[in-house]
């Protein structure tokens, strides 16, 4: 195998992973953001090295930290909510019979 055909197979492997991890994250955001933070979890301990950790930090999805200011929606304290008069955007159906 030459060399080309190997630099060739590991950029094409490369973008196949991140394809797939790209389609993951869209198409189950949920398993995916489960699956970061347990990853997050296992790198981030205090026995690890420092280089380690700071993966974990980078890794960890923004709905884990529970933090106030990262606007998940889960608490529903992130901010003023519109008054229920003003969400309302539904018209009345109006059926008609067809003339003729």
Do not use: H
């Amino acid at each position: 195998m030459s060399t080309f055909a190997l630099i060739q197979g590991l950029i094409i492997g490369v973008l196949v992973a991140f394809s797939a991890v790209y389609a993951l994250r869209k198409l189950l955001p949920g398993v995916s953001t489960r699956w970061m933070a347990t990853a997050s979890a296992s790198l981030n301990k205090p026995w690890r090295k420092p280089w380690l950790r700071a993966v974990g930090r980078w890794m960890q999805p923004a709905q884990a930290t529970g933090n106030c200011g990262d606007g998940c929606g889960t608490c529903g304290s992130c901010g003023p909510q519109p008054p229920a008069a003003a969400k309302r955007d539904v018209q009345p159906l109006e059926f008609r019979s067809r003339s003729r």
